[in-house]
């Protein structure tokens, strides 16, 4: 080969190198364009990505402070009501938190100091215009608030200004957290203002429950005191000599005098009943005795009505029993008292028996019976089968409903079954104690050594119609007796003369029966007091026992009432 085809091929190669290696130059220089971008890239993105963990962090932080403020303050506010001390504090708390510039909290509930409270940095808060929504953010994301409720109402707003606006992916975490806010605080003050009507409620319910006590008290006093007088002069003038006319009219006012005293025993019992007055008063009793004295009670009127009464005991009945006998005999009288009303012919059967640990009566009758459209509601109050104006049959409509809530205050059970035109049969269970046969105390068996025409009794009443007839009643009895106006007399008359019996009324003018009896007994008097009240409730009977009073004799009474006490404390 020639030197020119050799110089030839060799600049070939070079230039063929050449290429190759500005080939190679090139694509290094893009390789490193791209690795420095590509480092860029990288940093970028550790930027960005440590920038991520960074809000991560503060949201875990601001996320944490705020739970844990939730979680002290809903304590906090669990234990006391939502006072402006303690959410004055807790915004103060919520204002120490990062990126919160400024609080501020708003009620139309006057439940607490301040109806308006702020904390934080002097701001000007945005004033939000009104939607129905539960939370809103101000167009910059500067400010957020959320409202406080009660069910569907709005109570009140906590809202909030920050350093820098949270318009990041994790706003949404802040309404929430925020939200959790008002929901508490919300229900904090629902919980107080239930609270505080309650005790309203309460307050209202034992003032109402005053007055009706009070109330009962007093027309008890007012009702049976003229009741007193009206029964004690009939009962008076009857043992007079009087003509058969004469006789026949008192009849009548006697007769009419006892309806009087039972409507009013039952429109008093049913208004115990409404204000929770009512109490049993457990003794021991021998129902067989009870049983027949209510048997002598409707005797009579059975006789003159034309009917048939089978009364029936069984022998299984229990010598004596623990209970309330006069609610007992109520139950009884008021049973057969309304078969009496409704029987016109045949007869009325009370059968006795012992059954379950429960004295059970069984009453029937051959009356006109009961429609079934008025059986449902037969032992409401004020209901009667007839309420129309021409109805055959007078009454309250209380004694059924009263014997059923006697029966029930016992634990027992009343039912009845009634066929219209056939009759009516009412079954009652009370579950009664037996107990042992009670012996005779000496002062039982001892016989009365001191007649009562020996006694000299101070009577201290006010009304000169119960004075009139307590005088002629005890002048039958031919006891010496002197009457005082008010206890202050009485304590006066007490300083010069010896009475070995009081018969104390409660309700006096310028000293009551009850701050004389006190006061007597503080001076040390040792005899007898007796009451003589109309008032019939537990709470009266309780202050009688409390101020020294030995026992009571409830108006209207009778002459053997009278006698009856009169000679145990003789």
């Known amino acids: 080969m020639d030197s020119k085809k050799l110089i030839e091929l060799l600049n070939k190669k070079i230039l063929r190198e050449t290429k190759i290696r500005k080939a190679a130059e090139a694509l290094l220089e893009q390789k490193s364009t791209e690795l420095y971008y590509s480092k860029l890239l990288v940093e970028n993105s550790l930027l960005v990505v440590k920038k991520q963990v960074q809000q991560k962090e503060k949201l875990r932080i601001f996320t944490k402070k705020l739970e844990t403020l939730l979680l002290f303050y809903n304590s906090q506010l669990l234990q006391a009501p939502p006072s402006s001390i303690i959410i004055q504090k807790m915004l103060g708390d919520l204002t120490n938190i990062d990126n919160i510039k400024a609080v501020r909290f708003s009620t139309t509930l006057k439940l607490t ?139 009548t006012v006697d007769q009419a005098g006892e309806m009087l005293r039972v409507i009013i025993n039952d429109l008093l019992d049913i208004s115990k009943i409404n204000a929770g007055m009512l109490d049993l008063k457990l003794v021991r009793f021998c129902p067989r005795t009870l049983i027949e004295t209510v048997k002598q009670i409707f005797q009579s009127e059975m006789k003159a009505k034309g009917l048939v009464f089978n009364c029936e005991i069984n022998k299984l009945i229990p010598q004596n029993l623990l209970g309330d006998s006069d609610r007992v005999k109520q139950i009884l009288i008021n049973l057969i008292g309304n078969s009496v009303k409704f029987t016109s012919k045949g007869g009325i059967s009370l059968v006795a028996s012992w059954k379950d640990n429960s004295l059970l009566f069984i009453i029937s009758d051959t009356g006109c019976g009961i429609p079934k459209d008025k059986q449902a509601r037969l032992f409401d109050p004020f209901i009667q089968v007839d309420n129309s104006t021409q109805r055959q049959f007078e009454g309250t409509g209380l004694g059924l409903s009263i014997c059923k809530y006697l029966v029930e205050l016992m634990k027992g059970n009343v039912t009845f079954t009634s066929q219209l035109n056939k009759g009516t049969k009412f079954t009652v269970y009370i579950p009664l104690k037996p107990i042992a046969e009670k012996l005779k105390s000496t002062v039982e068996a001892t016989k009365f050594t001191r007649p009562i025409d020996k006694l000299k009794i101070l009577a201290v009443e006010d009304i000169k119609m119960n004075q009139v007839i307590l005088g002629m009643m005890l002048d039958e009895f031919n006891i010496e007796h002197q009457f005082s106006e008010n206890g202050l007399l009485a304590l006066e008359v007490l300083k010069v003369n010896v009475f070995d019996i009081i018969l104390m009324d409660c309700r006096m003018p310028i000293l009551d029966g009850f701050q004389t009896t006190k006061a007597l007994r503080d001076l040390g008097y040792n005899r007898p007091i007796i009451a003589i009240t109309s008032g019939t409730t537990s709470l009266e009977t309780t202050e009688c026992r409390a101020s020294g009073m030995d026992d009571i004799l409830h108006k209207p009474y009778k002459r053997e009432e009278l006698q009856k006490i009169l000679k145990k404390w003789a």
């Open 113 to 251: 100091e301040n109806k308006h409270l702020q904390s934080g940095d002097e701001c000007l808060f945005y004033d939000f215009p009104f939607t129905k929504n539960t939370i809103q953010w101000k167009d910059d994301y500067s400010q957020f608030c959320s409202y406080l409720h009660f069910g569907s109402d709005r109570v009140g707003i906590v809202q909030f200004i920050f350093t820098t606006s949270p318009k990041t992916t994790w706003y949404r975490t802040i309404e929430k957290q925020f939200c959790l806010i008002t929901d508490m605080l919300s229900a904090s003050l629902q919980r107080q203002l239930l609270l505080n009507n309650t005790i309203k409620e309460k307050i209202r319910a034992e003032s109402s429950e005053k007055t009706t006590r009070d109330f009962v008290a007093m027309i008890n006093h007012e009702l049976r005191t003229p009741l007193n007088g009206l029964l004690g002069a009939a009962e008076l003038i009857s043992t007079t000599s009087i003509t058969p006319y004469q006789k026949k009219l008192l009849n």
